[in-house]
C-alpha cells in the first residue's frame, strides 16, 4: 500500500518525532516500499489462526506481594536530564 | 431541572487495591513518602526493566469481580495503551483491552432515604486491571516554572470498574458509589480512601430528550476531578443542567460533536472544558510481550466465591427476614460497615435478642461513636459487655429506667455491666419493701387514691417520682403495678 | 600457539591448572585490542584498569583457595545493551549516550558471579536494529576478514571481537539474526536460545517477544559453556522458562548416529549465492557421513517470515522505545525554542529529543511500528502478522516431528561491502530471510563456520531445533566442527 506523505506527518507526530523535510521525503518512498513488500501477508489465509504473540506461550506468572527495597532517590534521579533532587522536571504541561 | 429529559449516567471508578507492593514491581505502595523514595528500574520504566504481576493484586482483583457478579473469563491478557505524558515513565499503560479479565456484573442499589427512585440493578460492563501512573505538580500561580514529577504512584495497582449508563439520576449515582465501596470495604480489597486516591471517579454524562421527531441524545461528556461523592452528585446536576441549556442554545446532537472531558471544579461548583491531550484517542493497544495471560477454570472462580463471605445485599435481606428488623434498620447497620454488623451480631447472638440488640446500636452506640469521633473497633464497649448490659436489663437485674445511665457509664469509664450497676448503687429492691413503700404513699395521698378510683390511673405517676426519691432503686414500672393493684383491693 | 589463538575451554583449564593467571591472560587480549581494535572497531568501550583489577582479584583468591565461580578469570566482552551498573549502557545510540542504570541484567549479574572479567563493551547497530552494525551511532565495526566489509549485525562488535582474537567469548542479542548472521559473516559460532532459555532482565529492549541474548565464541564447545553460564529461570522476567539447565558440555561429544537432519526446499531457492550453497550441501554430507539421516522437509510459510518480522519487530520497537522522551533518562533536547506554534513546549520537547536521539533506522522502524498498530491499520498489519506467526510455528512443529535439526545457510551471501546496503531498507532486512523464522518461533538456532567463499570470506551453516533442545543443538554443531576443519583453516586464514 502506498503510504502518502500526509500519513508520515501523522505516523510522526503519534510517535512524538519532528522530522525534517528530507526525513519525511524519504520515509514516504520507504515505509511505502516496505509497506507493500508487507501486503504479501495479505495472501495467507488465516481464517481459523489464532494470533500467536509470545514465542513460547507461558501463562499465569506471579510474583508474591512482598516488599523490597526501592532505590534511593539519588539513583533514581541520577539518569534524568532535569531533576531539583526531589522530582523530575519537565516544562510545564499546558491545560491538563 | 425539567421533566423534558433524561440524564443518563455510566460510572468509571478506579479502585486501588490493597497490596503491600505494587503491581509489576515490589516498591511499596505506602502512601505518603517523600517523592520518588518508592521508585525502582520497573516502575520508573528503565530501559531493560520487566514487569512482573503481583498474585495478590490479580487475586484482590479477581475477588472484587466475582462480588460485583462479573462473568470471569477462562482466558485474560494485557495491553499496552499507548500515549506520552510524563507522569507516564513506559509511554504506555498496562491495562486491559479486548478480553477484560472480567465482564457483564452489576450492582444492586436502593435508596436510603427513600422515595426518590426505587431499588434497580446497575449493569457492569466489566473490570479489569491495570497500573497507575504517577503525580504531576504543576505551577499553579504561574503556568511557567518547570512541572515536578513524582513517581512514588506509578505502578500502584487498579481495578478500573466501568459501568453501564443505566443511571438516572445524581442520587442514584451516589447510591452506586456508596454500595460500591460498602461492598470493596466489606471483602477487604481496598480501603477505599477518596482523600489519598485510593477511589475515584468519573462520569459520563448526557441527555435523552423527547423531541417533536422523536428521541434526541446530546454529547457525551465525561467528567474528571471529583474528589468526595458529594461532588460527583453535585457535578451531575450540573452538568445535566448545562447539557440542557446548550441543547436549547446548539440542538447539537450526539455525534455532531467530539466526546468532550470536562474538570470539576468544587469552589465555583462549575464543570470546565479540559484541554484534550493531543492525538490522545489513538492509543495503539497491542498485547505487552513483556506479560503473559492468566487463564482461570469455572472451579478456581467458584473457589473465589466461597471464600467472599458475606455481602452486604445478602446481610440486609437475612436480617430483616431472619431476625425480624426492618428493612430500614437492617439497611442502617449494614451500611455502617463490616466492623459494625460485626459487632451487632456478637451481641445480638449473645443476648439472643436481635430487635434489642438492633435499638441498643442504632440509637446509642452510632450516637456515641458520631459523638466521639471514633470507630467501632476503638468503641469502648466490646460487643459482649452490650450483650451483658441487654440481658441485665431483662433479666430485671438492671432497672430499664437505669439501664442507659449504666451505657454511658460504660462508654465513659471503660467499665462493664456489673461495675456499673455497683457504682450506681442499683439495688433490686426486694417486693415487701415494695409494698410497704407502696401502702405508705398511698396512705399519705388519698387524693391521688380518689383520682385513681375515678379512673385516672395516670395519677400514679405522681407518686413514682415520690418514690424515686425515698429509694432510687424502685422499678418504676413494678411500682405503678403495685399501686394500681393495691387500690383496687381497697 | 599465543594464548588468544586458543579456545575458552582450553585457555580455562589453563587458568584452572595455574598455568597462567587471569591478569596475564587479560593482558594478553587487551594487547590484542590495543593493536588491532583501532582497524576493527569491535569495542566502545574498554577499561583495562578494571578488567585487570578483576582479573588480579580472581587471581588471589585462586591463591587462597577460595570457592571460583565457572568462568573465573576468563575475559568476557559484552554489547553494550546489557545492563551493568559498572558501566554505561549505550546501545549504540546518542539517546543513552550518559545512561548508567543503577541496577545489573540478569546476564551480567550470572557473568559476575562467575567470575568472568567482564573485558569491554562490544558495538552494535544502534538499539540493535540492523544487520550491518553500520546504524552504530558512535563507530563502524569492519570484519576482520575483510576491513571493507561489515561484520553483520547488530551483534557485529561482538562477532568481530571473537573472529579478530580480541575477546574468548562474547555475549551477543538475536532478535531476528542478531548473532547468528554476525558470526556466520565473520566465521564464529553463535547461538540464539530458545525465547525464554536466558533472562531478559536489564536487556534494552528491541522487541520483546523475539529478543535473546545469547553466546559467541570460536568453537561450540566454548559457546555450551557461556550458554550454561547465562542460561536458566528469572523470576524477574516473565517469560523466562521455568525448566532446569541440562550441562551442555558433558554431552556434547554423543555421536550422531540416528540423528535426522532436515533440509528444507524453501532455503535453496534464486537468490542464494552458488558458493554458499554448495557449502552447505557439502556441510550436509559430511553429517551423512557421521551417521546423519537426511531428509528434505518443506516450511510452506517461510517465505512470509521477513513480512511477518517486519510487522511485528517494529511495532513492539514504537512501544519499547516510547520511553525515551527525555524525562526520567535519556537525551533531552536542549533548547527551548518552539518551532511549531501548535504545539505545547513539552509535546516540543518530547519531539525534538526524540528526533535528537535516535538514529534514521531506529526512527524508520519507530514510524513503521506505529503506522502498523495505529487506528485502521491493526488488523490488516499487527494482527494479521501474529497470525501468520502461529503459521509459522506450525510448520516448524511439524517439521520437528520429522527430523532433530534443519540445516540452512545463514544468510544468502557472504559479508556484504560497508555501505553496499545501506541506502536500500528493504534490501538490507531481506538479508534475515534464514534467520527470522528462529525468533518468530521462538526455536534455539546456531549459526557455524563450514567453510570459505572464493574471495576468502567466510561462509555459515545454521542449524536450527525444536525448543529447549540446545542440547541437540550444540551436539549437532560440536560433532560437525571435530569432523572438519574450518576452524584452523579459520585461524591461518586471519594471520
Ligand atoms: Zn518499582
Known amino acids: 500500500m502506498a503510504i502518502t506523505r ?91 | ?22 503491581l509489576f514491581c515490589r516498591c511499596s505502595t505506602q502512601f505518603g513518602a517523600e517523592p520518588n523514595t518508592q521508585t525502582c528500574p520497573v516502575c520508573i520504566g528503565m530501559p531493560g526493566s520487566l514487569p512482573v504481576m503481583n498474585r495478590t493484586a490479580y487475586q484482590l482483583a479477581l475477588k472484587t469481580a466475582v462480588a460485583i457478579n462479573c462473568e470471569i473469563p477462562a482466558f485474560t491478557k494485557w495491553d499496552r495503551k499507548q500515549y506520552f505524558y510524563p507522569d507516564l515513565p513506559k509511554g504506555y499503560q498496562i491495562s486491559q483491552f479486548d478480553l477484560p479479565m472480567s465482564a457483564n456484573g452489576y450492582l444492586e442499589i436502593s435508596d436510603e432515604k427513600e422515595g426518590r427512585f426505587e431499588p434497580k440493578r446497575i449493569g457492569i460492563t466489566r473490570a479489569h486491571l491495570e497500573d497507575d501512573a504517577g503525580k504531576s505538580i504543576h505551577d499553579e500561580v504561574h503556568g511557567k516554572a518547570d512541572s515536578q514529577i513524582d513517581l512514588n504512584r506509578t505502578g500502584t ?21 456508596e454500595e460500591l465501596k460498602l461492598l470493596l470495604e466489606y471483602i477487604g480489597v481496598s480501603d477505599c480512601n477518596m482523600q489519598e486516591g485510593s477511589l475515584r471517579c468519573d462520569a459520563n454524562v448526557n441527555l435523552h430528550l423527547e423531541t417533536e421527531n422523536g428521541k434526541v441524545a446530546t454529547p457525551i461528556v465525561e467528567i474528571k476531578n471529583m474528589n468526595s461523592f458529594r461532588a460527583v452528585e453535585r457535578a451531575i446536576d450540573y452538568e445535566a443542567e448545562r447539557q440542557y441549556r446548550v441543547w436549547q442554545e446548539t440542538g447539537q446532537r450526539i455525534g455532531e460533536a467530539p466526546k468532550q472531558t470536562r474538570g470539576w471544579d468544587d469552589a465555583s461548583g462549575k464543570t470546565l472544558p479540559q484541554r484534550s491531550k493531543e492525538e490522545s484517542s489513538d492509543y495503539r493497544y497491542f498485547p505487552d510481550p513483556d506479560l503473559v495471560p492468566v487463564l482461570s477454570t469455572p472451579e478456581q472462580v467458584a473457589e473465589v466465591r466461597a471464600a467472599l463471605g458475606e455481602l452486604p445485599a445478602s446481610c440486609r435481606s437475612r436480617l430483616s427476614a431472619d431476625h425480624g428488623l426492618s428493612p430500614y434498620d437492617a439497611n442502617v447497620l449494614v451500611n455502617q460497615g463490616r466492623a459494625l454488623l460485626d459487632y451487632f451480631f456478637t451481641t445480638a447472638k449473645t443476648c439472643n435478642d436481635f430487635k434489642t440488640t438492633c435499638n441498643w446500636v442504632t440509637q446509642h452506640v452510632l450516637r456515641i461513636l458520631k459523638e466521639q469521633e471514633t470507630t ?115 | 600457539m599465543s594464548l588468544t589463538e586458543q579456545s575458552a575451554t582450553e585457555l580455562l583449564q589453563l587458568l584452572n591448572q595455574g598455568e597462567i593467571s587471569s591478569v596475564e591472560l587479560t593482558q594478553s587480549y587487551l594487547d590484542q585490542i590495543e593493536a588491532k581494535d583501532s582497524q576493527i572497531g569491535a569495542f566502545l568501550r574498554i577499561d583495562a584498569k578494571a578488567a585487570l583489577a578483576r582479573a588480579a582479584d580472581i587471581d588471589t583468591r585462586r591463591q587462597s583457595g577460595k570457592p571460583l565461580g565457572k568462568l573465573a578469570g576468563l575475559p568476557v566482552a559484552v554489547k553494550d545493551v546489557l545492563c551493568d551498573t559498572e558501566t554505561k549502557t549505550t546501545c549504540a545510540s ?226 519499547n522505545l516510547a520511553r525515551y522522551d527525555g524525562v526520567h533518562f535519556g537525551h533531552r533536547h536542549s533548547q527551548l525554542s518552539v518551532p511549531d506554534p501548535t504545539s505545547n513546549s513539552l509535546v516540543e520537547m518530547y519531539r525534538c529529543s526524540r528526533s535528537e536521539g535516535f538514529g534514521p533506522e531506529v526512527k524508520r522502524r519507530i514510524m513503521l511500528g506505529a503506522y502498523a498498530l ?122
Open chain 2, 157 to 177: 495497582p487498579l481495578l478500573e470498574i466501568v459501568s453501564e449508563p443505566d443511571l438516572r439520576s445524581s442520587a442514584e449515582a451516589r447510591a452506586y458509589l
Open chain 3, 374 to 495: 495505529s487506528a485502521g491499520y491493526y488488523d490488516a498489519y499487527y494482527l494479521k502478522a501474529l497470525k501468520v506467526r502461529r503459521l509459522i510455528r506450525q510448520d516448524f512443529d511439524t517439521a520437528f516431528e520429522q527430523v532433530d535439526l534443519i540445516a540452512s545457510p545463514v544468510t544468502a551471501e557472504p559479508a556484504f561491502k560497508i555501505g553496499q546496503l545501506a541506502d536500500d531498507p528493504l534490501s538490507m532486512y531481506l538479508v534475515d530471510l534464514y534467520t527470522v523464522s528462529a525468533n518468530l518461533a521462538g526455536l534455539p538456532g546456531v549459526s557455524l563456520p563450514c567453510g570459505f567463499s572464493s574471495s576468502g570470506l567466510p561462509i555459515g551453516l545454521q542449524l536450527q531445533a525444536k525448543p529447549l533442545a540446545e542440547e541437540t543443538l550444540l551436539r549437532g554443531a560440536h560433532m560437525y566442527q571435530k569432523a572438519t576443519d574450518w576452524q584452523s583453516r579459520k585461524l591461518d586464514q586471519l594471520k
Open chain 3, 94 to 319: 546518542r539517546m543513552l549516550e550518559n545512561f548508567r542504570p543503577p541496577y545489573d541484567s540478569t546476564v551480567v549479574a550470572k557473568l559476575k558471579a562467575a567470575d568472568a572479567v567482564l573485558i569491554g563493551r562490544t558495538n552494535m547497530d544502534e538499539f540493535a536494529m540492523g544487520g550491518s552494525t553500520e546504524n552504530s551511532a558512535f563507530q563502524i565495526t569492519r570484519n576482520p576478514w575483510d576491513l571493507e566489509r561489515a561484520p553483520g549485525g547488530s551483534s557485529g562488535g561482538a562477532a568481530a571481537c571473537v573472529a579478530g582474537g580480541m575477546a574468548p567469548l562474547s555475549i551477543g542479542t538475536d532478535t531476528g539474526g542478531s548473532i547468528r548472521q554476525p558470526a556466520g559473516l565473520c566465521g564464529v559460532v553463535g547461538l540464539k536460545p530458545t525465547y525464554g532459555r536466558v533472562s531478559r532482565y536489564g536487556l534494552v529492549a528491541f522487541a520483546s517477544s523475539l529478543d535473546q541474548v545469547g553466546p559467541l565464541a570460536n568453537t561450540t564447545e566454548d559457546a555450551a559453556l557461556l550458554l550454561e553460564t547465562i542460561a536458566g529461570h528469572d523470576p524477574l522476567d516473565s517469560t523466562s522458562l521455568d525448566v532446569p539447565v541440562p550441562e551442555y558440555t558433558a554431552t556434547i561429544n554423543r555421536p550422531l548416529e540416528g540423528l535426522r537432519i532436515g533440509v528444507v526446499r524453501e532455503h535453496f531457492a534464486t537468490g542464494l549465492d552458488p558458493e554458499v550453497e554448495s557449502a552447505v550441501r557439502d556441510a550436509i554430507k559430511v553429517y551423512e557421513s557421521l551417521g546423519a539421516t537426511v531428509k528434505e522437509i518443506s516450511l510452506p510459510h517461510s517465505k512470509y517470515a521477513v513480512a511477518t518480522y517486519y510487522v511485528i519487530a517494529p511495532s513492539e520497537a514504537s512501544s
Open chain 2, 376 to 490: 467501632i473497633e476503638e468503641f469502648a464497649v466490646s460487643a459482649l459487655q452490650l450483650a451483658e448490659l441487654i440481658t441485665a436489663t431483662a433479666d430485671g437485674q438492671l432497672p430499664k429506667s437505669r439501664s442507659k445511665d449504666a451505657f454511658e457509664m460504660m462508654c465513659a469509664e471503660k467499665i462493664d455491666v456489673a461495675t456499673a450497676i455497683d457504682r450506681l448503687g442499683i439495688e433490686q429492691v426486694d417486693e415487701s419493701a415494695l409494698v410497704a413503700l407502696c401502702q405508705e404513699l398511698l396512705a399519705t395521698n388519698p387524693k391521688i387514691v380518689a383520682d385513681v378510683q375515678a379512673g385516672k390511673q395516670q395519677a400514679v405517676g405522681s407518686l413514682i417520682g415520690q418514690a424515686k426519691k425515698k429509694n432510687p432503686n424502685v422499678d418504676p414500672g413494678r411500682f405503678r403495678e403495685l399501686c394500681l393493684e393495691l387500690v383496687a383491693k381497697m
Open chain 2, 1 to 22: 431541572m425539567s421533566d423534558s429529559y433524561k440524564t443518563i449516567i455510566g460510572l468509571e471508578v478506579h479502585v486501588q487495591l490493597a497490596t503491600n507492593s505494587k
Open chain 1, 6 to 96: 500526509a500519513d508520515v506527518e501523522k505516523v510522526a507526530r503519534l510517535a512524538r518525532l519532528r522530522l525534517s523535510e528530507d526525513e519525511l521525503t524519504s520515509l514516504t518512498n520507504e515505509l511505502s516500499q516496505i509497506v507493500t513488500y508487507v501486503d504479501q501477508l495479505a495472501e495467507v489465509d488465516t481464517d481459523a489462526v489464532e494470533p500467536m504473540t509470545h514465542a513460547i506461550e507461558l501463562h499465569n506468572v506471579f510474583a508474591d506481594d512482598v516488599v523490597r527495597p526501592s532505590l534511593p532517590r539519588e539513583q533514581a534521579l541520577a539518569n534524568a536530564p532535569s531533576h531539583n533532587d526531589q522530582a523530575y522536571l519537565v516544562p510545564p504541561v499546558l491545560g491538563d
